[in-house]
């Protein structure tokens, strides 16, 4: 079990690995041309933004390629993404969020601390062996 | 026209803004290592490099969370909120500092790959009970902290114009949502990290403290917000639109705005807002630009006057325009499209910011 979540936890990394692989692939391909096309104001920008950008290029080539798609074959215009959510429906989820952490951030931080562990001697460990999993 | 990216669009208040931010964390970082090194002088520099960083960005996160919420409460908090990104960014880099010397100093020496050991390292034996069984105490803490930081990474390289711009608005922001997602994270993995081995008890207090001041301002924000909403649903039922604000009108002149499709003229007659058509009933003048004189709407054209309480001329004349009724919303002025009846008679809309 112990080689199985390691497995497990290898192939998720390798996975995210691969995503900002194609990430770093799609973000020069992109700059190199896509860019000026796909927002005009970006047409006379400097090495220093193309710099900036490109972290959020890696985290989000997926919905830049179907914006990039859509935008193909017009002049340059910013669409959003997604249908539009208005402020009020943003707010809405605020009062959610912070609800839930109400709720949430003080049982977790009572239960933590409730169940803390006697921390072991330096040099010794409380355990036996045989209760591993 | 033109609008063409920079890296930075640096101005003078982005650079106090910044260099100010910048300094308070370096005389942080220098301090929090100065007092460890005295109190603790068997720690490693690595070890205050990871304390001291991680405390700062829990700072930070802290100070970042309050500052919405307080705009919304205050607007003299605004200028706080126009660079929030540039601390979101500086956040973000030291927690990355954090992740990277805590990922070097705890799992780079071992047997495991230290990112596999990121994850996996929870089944430590010493976690364990006796009887074997798991706690709360064995959730992996540490992959808390990776998720956290994923959220940051996420915010801080789409922290630029560019993404607003061509993300859209919704989108975006519904992205930066997710730092109330890795707010829960953080707390978590400090709840399930250092305060397991701290025992002191203002580590929890002070963790308590800190939750409880955002989440307090948050509240207040949100029953301010909800209120308004109510306010605003309830005037756009009643048929108002939302149009200037109240501050743009100075006393004894008009706003000229639209609403229903038609021009209205929102007057300032003595700090109390009153709306009329913008046509004068003589040749059709622009009323908005005339100004109230001994309480009267003058027209520019040929001095026609209007009463602004009920859009009558002064007697003996009999000359009408029609009325709106005018509702003000946290300083904004809406105006109801539907004309009054003719001679309505309104008192007007007091100019006090609703709270």
Redesign the interface.
Known sequence: M?DS??AA??V??LVTGAYAGLGLVFAAVFQAMGLKR??A??????W??R???T??I???WP??LV?WVKRSGSAAE????????SQ?T??A???V??FA??V???V??G???A???P??EPGT?????S??? | M???????DWNRQKKIYSLTATGLIVLFMVLYGAVTLLVSPDFTLETVIIRGTSLAALLILHFILCIGPLARLDRRFLPLLYNRRHLGVMMFLLALIHGVFAAIQFHALGN??P??SV??SY?M????????SL???HFPFEPLGVGALLIF??M???S?D??L???????W??LH?GV??A??LV??HV??GV???E?SALF?IL??AG?TLV?GL??AA?WK??RL?TSRAAAERDGFEETCLASEIAEGRAAVVLAGGVRVAVWRHKDRLHATSNTCRHQGGPLGEGRIIDGCITCPWHGWNYQPEDGCSPPPFKEVVETHAVRLLNGRVWVQAKPNPFETRSPGVADEVLK
């Open positions: 112990d979540v390691n936890i290898a998720g990394l796909f927002d104001a970006a047409a006379s920008a400097g220093g933004f710099l900036l950008i972290p959020g890696v985290a989000l919905v830049l914006l910013p669409s959003q993404f997604g249908s539009r959510i009020r943003l707010r989820w605020h009062r969020a912070w952490l109400l949430l951030v003080p977790g931080l239960l933590a601390l169940e803390r562990l921390v072991p460990i409380p355990w036996d062996p209760t591993s999993r | 033109s609008l063409s990216y920079r890296a930075v495991e790959n990112l596999v994850f996996s089944r034996d010493y976690r364990l009970t006796a009887d074997g706690r709360i105490a990474f996420v801080a390289a789409t630029h560019f993404w711009r061509n993300l859209g608005a919704s989108f922001k519904t949502l109330y997602v707010y829960a707390l978590g709840a399930l305060l397991q081995t025992r929890p963790v308590l939750f989440a948050h509240v949100g917000e909800r909403d």
